[in-house]
């Protein structure tokens, strides 16, 4: 499974982007899918992940009631649409794929199998 991410750019704060992650490959072996983010000098958090039919989500604390994860599996594609923006919301933003079946969607790092190459977001303030 190949994961590539975009959408990234430069924005002020308050502002709006919306990420797109594109599967490609294997992908009926995909289940659960995320979004993390790697800001300057520090390790890779998590920021939403999405179940395979779409029912189930969590998010981190940080982004809850600003960011929305969705997907469209017809389509091999993952949204994160990122509203209210912050300074602290720059980053690199990585997309993930995780082809086990769980029954609560996976927030750690190494509980994903692919990952694409990352798109940077740049909030301005």
């Known amino acids: 499974v190949q994961l590539q991410a975009s959408g990234g750019g430069l924005v002020q704060a308050g502002g709006s982007l919306r990420l797109l992650c594109a599967a490609s490959g294997r992908t009926f072996g995909v289940y659960g899918m995320g979004w993390f983010r790697q800001a300057p000098g520090k390790e890779r958090e998590f920021v939403a992940a999405i179940s395979w039919g779409g029912g189930s989500s969590n998010y981190a604390d940080s982004v809850k009631g600003r960011f929305t994860i969705s997907r469209i599996n017809a389509k091999n594609t993952m949204y994160l649409q990122m509203n209210s923006l912050k300074p602290e919301d720059t980053a690199v933003y990585y997309c993930?794929?995780?082809?086990?079946?769980?029954?609560?969607?996976?927030?750690?790092?190494?509980?994903?199998?692919?990952w694409g190459q990352g798109t940077l977001v740049t909030v301005s303030s």
């Open positions: 993930a794929a995780d082809r086990t079946p769980r029954t609560v969607v996976a927030t750690r790092r190494w509980e994903y199998d692919y």
